[in-house]
């Protein structure tokens, strides 16, 4: 976390804001002067990224949401854009990871995977795109992970989620793509460096795991692409990781 943020202009929304990535993205945007939308279940979650973000001098509202409850996100959204305005800028960083056999997730554990690793990312999309359109402008991103290209044993539920979500994210590009509106996926393809990888014990070096910070810098960057190079999908994982 680096220089003290500008004064703010512009408005991010980062679903999926706790720990780790999310709160590497809430910082890098409001470093640039975005006041940042802050959106995840948990609101202890939020208030300690919130907190971070208000001490570095950036600026950060709490919206404790259900992404996968489509009246909760609606309310969610209109509160952000009465206070602040509406989106220049929608990150949707939510996502539910669990390992286990197909015969050992029941309906009810697939259907909630898929809710949160995919009809989340369509609830948002409805609730920030219409202002987007009208402006002519704005910037749509989705993360996505390996499973996102690829089904693996034991990971039939996540991989069916994120398989949607990519597909979202394709189909949204060509569609708004023309009307002004950047829509990319990235393919996250290795481990994020948080505290919660540390307490499952992973036993990676620091090379072998991917910098929060150094994950927002890049999402800033698809965000400030020129339209006349925008990328769909990016794929990053750490230098050691085999793909």
């Given at each position: ?77 209109a ?15 939510a996502?539910?990871f ?14 909630t ?29 989705f993360?996505g ?6 089904g ?17 994210a ?15 996926h990235?393919v996250?393809?290795?481990?994020i ?5 540390h ?45």
């Amino acid at each position: 976390m680096g220089t003290t943020a500008k004064s703010a202009t512009k408005v991010a929304a980062v679903v999926g804001a706790g720990p780790g990535l999310g709160a590497a993205l809430a910082w890098r945007f409001a470093r640039e002067g975005y006041t940042v939308g802050l959106f995840a279940r948990s609101e202890d979650s939020l208030r300690k990224v919130q907190q971070m973000v208000h001490e570095a001098g950036g600026s950060a509202s709490l919206y404790p949401t259900d992404a996968t409850d489509a009246g909760a996100v609606s309310e969610s959204f209109a509160r952000l854009r009465e206070e602040h305005g509406a989106p220049d800028v929608c990150i949707y960083n939510a996502g539910l990871f669990r390992m286990a056999g197909f015969l050992e997730t029941s309906p009810e554990d697939f259907d909630t995977s898929w809710r949160i690793n995919c009809l989340g990312g369509v609830l948002c999309a409805r609730a920030v795109l219409p202002a987007m359109v009208e402006r002519g402008r704005g910037t749509l991103l989705f993360t996505g992970a390996t499973a996102s290209l690829r089904g693996g044993p034991r990971s039939a539920a996540f991989a069916t989620g994120k398989f949607g979500l990519r597909a979202l994210a394709q189909s949204l590009a060509r569609e708004f793509g023309p009307r002004g509106i950047h829509v990319a996926h990235v393919v996250i393809d290795g481990v994020i460096d948080t505290t919660r990888t540390h307490a499952r014990g992973a036993l990676r070096q620091p090379a072998e795991l991917l910098s929060p910070d150094a994950l927002a810098e890049t999402y800033w960057q698809l965000h400030r692409q020129d339209p006349s190079a925008w990328t769909q999908e990016l794929d990053v994982r750490p230098a050691p990781e085999k793909f």
